[in-house]
């Protein structure tokens, strides 16, 4: 096996090679996206979804904790902004737009923000993510994010179908898919020439390789985790607790 390092084109076609993995090829979101899902199933994933986005910052916040870097910092911090927003701009984030999302789906703002739908399964591979960002570089984590150059694809997949295939979700709910199409793809570009600048050596480039797999499972796993309790029935402690149980906080 060579050791000799990809050039920058090859690593990123083998980077974005990585896209046939991603979770929108799982089968809950290719039922999701024909319309094949049941309003307790659209419910179940956003509900639990809105776990991923309350964890986001809190990774990006790790990943700003351990870069030296200025300039990265000033680019990263926008991240964050993005997911809570800014105080006083009418502007709403992305966590309130997730928010509006389960309103429209017919969910509690409150029952969403109190975990009552939360699975363990996903709580497990959220927190796994925001460890990982807490322990790697910051050059690693951000290299994790680069699920993002897939991202698009499935959001504009949801602007074009959701609407037709489930009628009875308010159209209002649906800014959070909206606003990320171009928040995306701006992250994608700094991620990627982070990436890209720092993993220059063969084995530096495959170690990049297997990052972004694993942030690829971790959305796998959870869209797992959402089919197997959704889908087929099959919610943690079942016959044993009449509700959701899942431990409560980031542990």
Avoid at 93 to 110: C, F, K, P, Q, T
Avoid at 165 to 182: C, K, N, T, V
Avoid at 194 to 215: M, S, Y
Avoid at 217 to 225: C, G, I, N, T
């Amino acid at each position: 096996m060579s050791d000799k390092p990809w050039s920058k084109q090859e690593f990123e076609q083998k980077l974005r090679a990585k896209g046939e993995y991603y979770h929108i090829y799982h089968p809950f979101h290719i039922a999701m996206n024909k319309g094949e899902c049941s309003k307790e199933q659209i419910q179940g994933w956003v509900a639990n979804r809105f776990y991923y986005q309350v964890c986001i910052p809190v990774k990006d916040a790790a990943v700003l904790a351990n870069c030296p870097d200025m300039a990265t910092r000033r680019k990263w911090i926008q991240r964050i902004l993005d997911h809570d927003g800014e105080e006083g701009d009418p502007r709403m984030g992305g966590i309130e737009a997730w928010l509006r999302l389960g309103e429209a789906v017919g969910l509690d703002r409150n029952d969403m923000l109190e975990e009552k739908f939360l699975l363990p399964g996903v709580k497990f591979a959220v927190g796994a993510y925001v460890n990982f960002a807490r322990r790697a570089s910051w050059e690693e984590a951000a290299c994790s994010s680069l699920t993002e150059m897939f991202a698009p694809e499935i959001h504009q997949s949801r602007l074009d179908t959701w609407p037709g295939h489930y009628p009875w979700i308010d159209e209002a709910g649906f800014s959070y898919f909206q606003m990320r199409l171009s928040q995306a793809r701006r992250d994608v570009e700094h991620g990627l020439q982070i990436t890209l600048d720092h993993f220059v050596t063969r084995a530096q480039q495959e170690k990049a390789l297997n990052i972004l797999q694993f942030k690829l499972d971790v959305l796998w796993s959870m869209a797992d985790a959402i089919s197997l309790a959704y889908e087929f029935d099959r919610k943690p402690f079942t016959g044993i607790a009449d509700q959701s149980i899942c431990h409560k906080g980031l542990l």
